[in-house]
């Protein structure tokens, strides 16, 4: 062999060699998708023996979790299993108790292959699993997916629906691109309800296999309907403007730009569907030097109403022509002049003063008929404000009626005495008499208990400041656990199974266990959920329940609180932790001191 080859034989050893050792890095790696917020991916280290996959998951302290033996990561269509781990066990509950609520560890898998620009990690296809998709270097691009044509939203050219009541139910459809199996992407809608108006209505629906859903709502009355996907680091938020009886279907590119906010929805057909990307587009652009001419009159100058007057005149003038001069749809334009101006809630100090007379009141009521009911109010929770002027004036015709039905029925739900205001449409009076008589008849019921151990209290028996020291007041001389939780709390529910043997092997001691949730959660989901759980059981009013956290400092569900039987509390915790509870129960119950966490 000559010295040439001795040479090249060299030189590629040395290269093997090299490539053994090479070791791919990517630091604070970008996600795709995905929805839990805790699970953050610090690190990807490559090589050919192994890939390790440095994790933190932020918590609360004294929350659990559980990172399973069958863990893999996936691309390319093949699976990589999961071979070990730093920090933590594999398949065994993990509790930290670090004060940060944090914990850093790290999994090992088989070999990814080298050149892998992007993997997702599966604990496995289940709703609960951890799952994150498209993990990839930051320097990398996910390719996105090409939109069909029909998913353009074209102006359909159609003007705004009538503002009219109608039973019939709207409808979103929902399909997807570059959906992955197991995925379960949930999707939140939000409207308004006529059952209670004043609290937006929240629904939540899940993409099935396929990457498809379909919600039928009961709307009522033409209206923009919020669409929220909760995406890490990002959340994609998007609205459709929709009418009774009516379709529309939104695309979702699941893997699609996840460098910025609202980037998953990349289309829209049927009904309006070029509103949500128009009126992102109006709202941004409303707030630019391209947007509407400031009036001339400075608000530093208004000191009378007449001014007050002259100053929304002018400004709507200017708003109006800015509108008409764009190039929005034809929907759009109609909502942004009907409904998108709001002269009543922009003034501070003097001019909100001179904004609360009768004579600019009776302007407003002249002036803008059609700005009462929309969506952005309703978020702003301005709406009673905005209602309360025709339900104080007496106007007439479906706005009024509406204004009247919206302002009072809430204040009814709120336990308000109050004589049923004046409303000429026969279907929202119907509505209204019907809304009320199931209200009545639930508060009750309630009031008779559902079972031995299940009481009700509600806001017009005790105001929020003294609900807690009422409840402690019924168990007198017994230690007491408060346990603060809710129907759609995944750790309140986990908690509630691990205090089962607990209570078991403290049935001796005199502890009763007192369960507080409230209006957040479905009074159904609450009432068939308590039916396994022995305690004493209140479904509090969102008032109540937020006037006990900030008594007991709170920070989140699930909270715990413990009382001797001489009434001082010894324990606050949010988060669970079993055996820091079983002490602290141990310790109140013999009238011991133990500090809180």
């Not at 604070?28 to 023996?49: D, L």
Request: proline letters at 4%; glycine letters at 6%; charged letters at 25%.
């Amino acid at each position: 062999m000559n010295k040439k080859s001795i040479i090249t034989i060299l030189l590629a050893l040395v290269a093997m060699a090299g490539q053994a050792k090479k070791t791919i890095v990517w630091e604070k790696p970008s996600v795709a998708y995905s929805a839990f917020s805790y699970f953050e991916i610090q690190k990807v280290e490559m090589t050919k023996e192994k890939t390790a996959m440095y994790v933190r998951m932020a918590h609360l302290p004294g929350h659990g979790f559980r990172i399973s033996k069958d863990s893999y990561l996936q691309t390319n269509g093949k699976q990589y299993g999961i071979i070990g781990s730093d920090s933590i066990p594999l398949g065994g509950d993990y509790i930290i108790l670090d004060d940060t609520g944090r914990k850093d560890f790290v999994l090992y898998f088989k070999p990814l292959p080298l050149n892998t620009k992007e993997f997702d990690f599966l604990e496995g296809l289940a709703k609960g699993d951890y799952k994150v998709f498209g993990i990839h270097d930051k320097d990398y691009t996910m390719p996105p997916a090409s939109v069909p044509t029909e998913y353009m939203a074209d102006d359909d050219g159609e003007g705004l629906a009538e503002l009219k009541f109608d039973a019939t139910p709207a409808t979103i459809h929902f399909k997807s691109l570059n959906y992955r199996k197991g995925m379960n992407t949930e999707i939140q809608v939000q409207y308004v309800d006529l059952k209670n108006p004043a609290k937006p209505m929240d629904v939540y629906t899940n993409l099935n296999d396929d990457g498809e859903a379909s919600l039928s709502l009961p709307i009522c009355l033409p209206q923009i309907v919020w669409i929220v996907i909760v995406n890490i680091p990002w959340s994609s938020m998007w609205c459709v403007y929709l009418s009774p009886g009516k379709e529309v279907t939104v695309l979702v590119d699941m893997l699609h730009d996840d460098s910025r906010a609202n980037s998953k929805i990349v289309g829209a057909k049927g009904y309006h569907a070029k509103f949500g990307k128009e009126w992102f587009q109006s709202a941004l652009e409303e707030e630019t030097e391209n947007g509407p001419l400031k009036p001339t009159i400075k608000k530093e100058d208004i000191h009378d109403v007449q001014t007050l007057i002259r100053y929304c005149d002018e400004e709507r003038e200017n708003y109006d022509k800015w509108v008409k001069n764009s190039n929005y749809c034809k929907a759009i334009k109609d909502y942004l002049i009907q409904f998108a101006y709001s002269p009543l809630f922009m003034f501070e100090g003097e001019q909100d003063s001179l904004s609360r007379t009768k004579e600019f009141t009776d302007y407003v009521l002249q002036n803008y008929t059609g700005n009462l009911y929309k969506k952005n109010i309703v978020f702003n929770n301005e709406f009673p404000r905005a209602s309360k002027y025709y339900a104080m004036a007496d106007a007439r015709g479906f706005n009024a009626d509406l204004a009247r039905y919206c302002y009072y029925l809430p204040q009814v739900l709120d336990s308000k005495q109050l004589a049923k205001p004046l409303i000429e449409d026969k279907n929202l009076s119907d509505l209204y008499d019907k809304y009320v008589a199931e209200y009545q008849a639930t508060v009750s019921a309630n009031k008779q208990g559902l079972a031995d151990n299940i009481h009700y209290l509600d806001m017009t028996d005790v105001v929020p400041e003294e609900i807690l020291q009422t409840i402690l007041d019924k168990y007198k001389g017994k230690t007491i656990l408060i346990d603060i939780w809710a129907t759609w709390c995944g750790p309140c529910k986990l908690g509630h199974e691990k205090m089962k043997p607990v209570k078991e092997e403290l049935r001796d001691k005199d502890i009763v266990y007192v369960y507080l949730t409230s209006t957040t959660s479905k009074y159904d989901e609450w009432k068939d959920y308590i039916t396994d759980i022995s305690g004493e059981h209140y479904f509090l009013t969102e008032e109540q329940l937020d006037a006990i956290f900030q008594q007991l400092k709170g920070t989140g569900y699930p909270t715990y609180a413990i009382y001797t039987p001489d009434g001082e509390q010894t324990f606050t915790l949010s988060g669970f932790n079993l055996e820091i509870i079983r002490e602290a129960l141990e310790k109140a119950s013999n009238n011991k001191n133990i500090e809180s966490n």
